[in-house]
Nanobody, 116 residues
Framework: QVQLVESGGGLVQPGGSLRLSCIASGSTFSMYRMNWYRQAPGKQRELVATITSAGGIANYADSVKGRFTISRDNAKNTVYLQMDSLKPEDTAVYYC?????????WGQGTQVTVSS
């Protein structure tokens, strides 16, 4: 059973940066499209960024475009989310998600809080 484990969340001041990581167990990571979602209190979970299995194409929500960068290292079974110029409205629990024809997996989430 493939598992996803996120890390890298924390408390940061507005304008600061964080890098989230999500490590997948197993040997099929390179087959998955990887997504980062977030969910703020009282709001629906929203897709933040997505990257294709080979890493060639990435897409972003308009709210984070130009500030966040998704990347992956298939040799390390890891997907990253570099978050720059953070705003208080970026505060949420961030989840990584792995998708293929046969699976749809979620990590446990990592809290990101942007506050002065």
């Amino acid at each position: 059973q493939v598992q996803l484990v996120e890390s890298g969340g924390g408390l940061v001041q507005p304008g600061g940066s964080l890098r989230l990581s999500c490590i997948a167990s197993g040997s099929t990571f390179s087959m998955y499209r990887m997504n980062w979602y977030r969910q703020a209190p009282g709001k629906q979970r929203e897709l933040v960024a997505t990257i294709t299995s080979a890493g060639g194409i990435a897409n972003y929500a308009d709210s984070v475009k130009g500030r966040f960068t998704i990347s992956r290292d298939n040799a390390k079974n890891t997907v990253y989310l570099q978050m720059d110029s953070l705003k208080p409205e970026d505060t949420a629990v961030y989840y990584c998600n792995a998708v293929s024809i046969t699976i749809n997996l979620w990590g446990q989430g990592t809290q990101v809080t942007v506050s002065s």
